[in-house]
C-alpha cells in the first residue's frame, strides 16, 4: 500500500511568515494526526482528526496554527505567522478506526526552518 | 495525565551485548503501550506493541504494570539495530499516542 505522503520535504521562512504543510494519508485510513517534534524530543500532538472532524486539539496553539481535513481525506496544517520556536519537523500519521489502537503509519515529515 | 519517560538520551553497546531500553509511563487507566524506531533516513514506524506479545526483530518488551514500565529487550544486539527508539502510550481506546523523548541506540563494531 501506498504510505502517507507529505509535502514538501523542506521549508525555510522569515519569522512572522506563512507556512502551510499538506498531507495525504492511506487510503482508508479514516483517523490522521499532525505531530511537532522539535530537535531533541519526542513527536508530540497537535492534533487528531477522525474523518474530517476533530478529536483532540488540545494542544494546538490556535493563535497560530490551524489545521483542516475537508472531505475526510487529505490535510492541510497552517502556521501563520511563524515564531522562531516553530521550527521543527512536522509529521503527518494516519491508522484505522477500530477497537484496539491501530498503529500509526507516519510520513516523512516536512522540516521546517524559522529564521 | 499521559507521560512516558525514557530516562536514556544516547544508549551504546557492542555488537552481540544485550540491550534494554528503558521506559516508564505515568497513566491513571489501563494503557496500551508502543515502541516505535526510526532508522536513519526511514520514517517513523511501529516496532511492537505490549498487546501482540511477539517478538520482532529480536527485540521484546514486557508490560510491568506494578512498576509502570515498559522496558524494550534484545539478548544479542546487531549493528542494524542503531537507531531512534521512541515509546509511546495510549489510553484503552482512544488512539492518542504520547511519545517518550527517544533514545539513540549505537551499535558498536
Known amino acids: 500500500e501506498a504510505g502517507v505522503a507529505q509535502s514538501p520535504r523542506y521549508k525555510i521562512i522569515e519569522k512572522r511568515q506563512s507556512v502551510a504543510f499538506w498531507c495525504n494519508p492511506i487510503?482508508?485510513?479514516?483517523?490522521l494526526y499532525w505531530y511537532q517534534q522539535i530537535l531533541g524530543q519526542g513527536p508530540k500532538l497537535l492534533i487528531q482528526?477522525?474523518?474530517?472532524?476533530?478529536?483532540?486539539d488540545s494542544q494546538l496553539p490556535k493563535d497560530r496554527f490551524s489545521a483542516e481535513r475537508l472531505k475526510g481525506v487529505d490535510s492541510t496544517l497552517k502556521i501563520q505567522p511563524a515564531k522562531l520556536e516553530d521550527s521543527a519537523v512536522y509529521l503527518c500519521?494516519?491508522?484505522?478506526?477500530?477497537?484496539?489502537?491501530?498503529?500509526?503509519?507516519f510520513g516523512n515529515g516536512t522540516r521546517l526552518t524559522v529564521t | 495525565a499521559q507521560r512516558v519517560t525514557q530516562p536514556e538520551k544516547l544508549l551504546s553497546v557492542f555488537k552481540g551485548a544485550p540491550v534494554e531500553l528503558k521506559c516508564n509511563y505515568s497513566?491513571?487507566?489501563?494503557?496500551?503501550l508502543f515502541w516505535y524506531v526510526q532508522y536513519s533516513r526511514q520514517r517513523l514506524q511501529l516496532l511492537l506493541r505490549h498487546i501482540s506479545r511477539e517478538s520482532i526483530k529480536g527485540f521484546t518488551a514486557d508490560l510491568n504494570k506494578g512498576e509502570t514500565s515498559f522496558h524494550l529487550k534484545k539478548p544479542f544486539a546487531q549493528e542494524e539495530d542503531s537507531a531512534m527508539y521512541y515509546c509511546?502510550?495510549?489510553?484503552?481506546?482512544?488512539?492518542?499516542?504520547?511519545f517518550g523523548q527517544g533514545t539513540r541506540l549505537t551499535i558498536n563494531p
Open positions: 509511546a502510550l495510549s489510553g484503552q481506546g482512544a488512539q492518542k499516542l504520547v
Open positions: 497513566y491513571s487507566g489501563s494503557p496500551e
Open positions: 482528526f477522525q474523518n474530517n472532524g476533530v478529536v483532540d
Open positions: 500519521a494516519s491508522s484505522k478506526w477500530d477497537r484496539e489502537s491501530s498503529p500509526l503509519h
Open positions: 487510503s482508508g485510513h479514516a483517523t
